[in-house]
């Protein structure tokens, strides 16, 4: 018998983290790796934000703070959700956790029974149906096709909700696709949510301020405020605020749903880096100008990959509207052989190759439960992104 418990068994480690660490083993080890597969940005964190945690420093707000987070961050994120999203969450409706995962962790945890379903359209951000596994739920993976833009139809949500169906995970602009959801969208998904009214609806919208081309943002309760009392609104820092490593993610959601999640967060982490919310304080309430220009950055570095990656052979790149990731599909490389004689038979045999004989580190669609395709994050150089799409150009190319 294991030493183990068998909850571990329900779950895997993060396959992107997985191949990010094993790209930076690769360089350690002196080979020439470019590493495309973390999901954060390159930015430095906005000096600003900075600052203000310096200064939470020496004013000595370095002790415990609430559980749920500080009142002036929740101040701060409840002026945001009425600023940016039109929602009024009181301070006893919102929640801080170390990280957007950790909010997303406690809601799963808090709410969801042996048996339960959670509906997860996909491609998925890979922690959605490992988290309902270890709350030994059932995550229901709903394929969204690339034809549909890789977003969820009203009709195919509608078919996946069953009596067991707890939650609807929503996110917007989609890690790892980079797709989003117009308002006209939702109203769709919502028109079908307002037939069932157990189902509730945990949206992620933490890649909300990365959009390009003038893309609309909406999220759930907004466009259908009937679905407020059973939404709960996740966002964070991590991404648009370039803060992945201070750890700060927040909800908004009905009273009794925070409590729980502060219930659980009480007896695992307690509260968030004290100095991390003060940072986040100014995150939300500073300046927002450096958002813009990130985006005109990232925006050009999506099309260039987008670009690029559509002269590859074999390679078909659509151009999402949001977010720091292409999803390409690699089905025109399947059935073909490399130099080497292998042939290259799923997503993951082709990131393998892309690995071992250009250095590319890319992430495969199996990990999103959509194949065959795989994921690039672009937060990185112009330069480094144009080596490692004529590097992908060249593999493809050398496949027969
Ligand atoms: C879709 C999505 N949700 C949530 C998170 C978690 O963010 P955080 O770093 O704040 O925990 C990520 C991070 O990769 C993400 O891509």
């Given at each position: 018998?294991?030493?183990i418990?068998?909850?571990?068994g329900?779950?895997k480690?993060s396959p992107?983290i997985?191949?990010?660490?094993r790209a930076?083993?690769?360089?350690?080890e002196?080979?020439?790796?470019?590493?495309l597969?973390?999901?954060?940005?390159?930015?430095?964190?906005?000096?600003?934000?900075?600052?203000?945690?310096?200064?939470?420093?020496?004013?000595?707000?370095?002790?415990?703070?609430a559980?749920?987070?500080?009142?002036?961050?929740?101040?701060a994120i409840?002026?945001k959700?009425k600023?940016e999203?039109?929602?009024?969450?009181a301070p006893n409706?919102i929640?801080?956790g170390t990280?957007?995962?950790q909010v997303?962790?406690?809601?799963?945890l808090?709410?969801?029974?042996?048996?339960?379903?959670v509906v997860i359209p996909?491609p998925y951000?890979?922690?959605?149906?490992?988290?309902?596994?270890l709350?030994?739920g059932?995550p229901?993976?709903?394929p969204c096709s690339?034809?549909?833009?890789?977003?969820?139809?009203?009709?195919?949500?509608?078919?996946?909700?069953?009596?067991?169906t707890?939650?609807?995970?929503?996110?917007?602009?989609?890690?790892?696709?980079?797709?989003?959801?117009?308002?006209?969208?939702?109203?769709?998904?919502?028109?079908?949510l307002?037939?069932?009214?157990d189902?509730?609806?945990?949206?992620?919208?933490?890649?909300?301020?990365?959009?390009?081309?003038?893309?609309?943002?909406?999220?759930?309760?907004?466009?259908?405020?009937?679905?407020?009392?059973?939404?709960?609104?996740?966002?964070g820092?991590?991404?648009?605020?370039?803060?992945t490593?201070?750890?700060?993610?927040?909800?908004?959601?009905?009273a009794?749903?925070?409590?729980?999640?502060?219930?659980?967060?009480?007896?695992s982490?307690?509260?968030?880096?004290?100095?991390?919310?003060?940072?986040?304080?100014?995150a939300?309430s500073?300046?927002?100008?450096?958002i813009?220009?990130?985006?005109?950055?990232f925006?050009?570095?999506?099309?260039?990959?987008?670009?690029?990656?559509?002269?590859?052979?074999?390679?078909?790149?659509?151009?999402?509207?949001g977010?720091?990731?292409?999803?390409?599909?690699c089905?025109?490389?399947?059935?073909?052989?490399?130099?080497?004689?292998?042939?290259?038979?799923?997503?993951?045999?082709?990131?393998e190759y892309?690995?071992?004989?250009?250095?590319?580190?890319?992430?495969?669609?199996?990990?999103?439960?959509?194949?065959p395709?795989?994921?690039?994050?672009?937060?990185?150089?112009?330069e480094?992104l144009?080596?490692?799409?004529?590097?992908?150009?060249?593999?493809?190319a050398?496949l027969?």
């Open positions: 018998m294991s030493f418990a068998d909850r571990l329900r779950i480690p992107t997985a191949m990010s660490d930076k083993a690769l360089k350690a002196g080979k020439d790796v470019i590493g597969s973390a999901g954060e940005p390159d930015f430095d964190t906005p000096q600003n934000v900075k600052d203000a945690a310096k200064r939470a420093i020496d004013a000595g707000d370095t002790k415990y703070t559980v749920d987070g500080t009142p002036a961050l929740k101040k409840a002026a959700f600023r999203n039109n929602l009024a969450y409706q929640i801080v990280g957007g995962k997303l962790f406690n809601a799963l808090a709410t969801v029974n042996p048996g339960d379903e996909a951000w890979v922690s959605y149906p490992d988290i309902v596994e709350a030994e059932t229901v993976a709903v690339q034809n549909n833009g890789f977003r969820l139809r009203a009709e195919d949500l509608e078919a996946a909700i069953t009596k067991k707890k939650w609807l995970i929503l996110n917007s602009p989609s890690n790892p696709t980079g797709a989003a959801y117009s308002a006209e969208d939702l109203r769709g998904l919502a028109d079908v307002l037939k069932h009214p189902v509730w609806v945990l949206t992620d919208d933490m890649y909300e301020h990365l959009l390009y081309d003038g893309f609309k943002f909406a999220t759930i309760a907004e466009v259908e405020p009937r679905l407020y009392p059973r939404t709960l609104t996740m966002n820092v991590s991404k648009a605020y370039c803060m490593g201070w750890r700060i993610g927040y909800a908004g959601g009905p009794e749903l925070v409590k729980a999640m502060a219930t659980l967060q009480s007896q982490t307690s509260n968030p880096s004290s100095i991390s919310q003060a940072a986040a304080v100014e939300l500073g300046p927002q100008d450096f813009p220009r990130n985006n005109d950055a925006k050009t570095r999506r099309d260039l990959v987008v670009d690029m990656l559509n002269k590859a052979p074999g390679i078909h790149c659509p151009r999402p509207e977010a720091f990731y292409v999803y390409p599909s089905a025109g490389t399947l059935g073909k052989r490399t130099p080497n004689g292998k042939v290259i038979e799923n997503d993951t045999q082709f990131v892309l690995l071992d004989s250009v250095g590319v580190a890319v992430v495969q669609g199996a990990a999103f439960g959509l194949s395709h795989f994921r690039i994050s672009y937060a990185t150089s112009n480094v144009r080596d490692a799409c004529e590097r992908i150009q060249k593999a493809c050398a027969i």
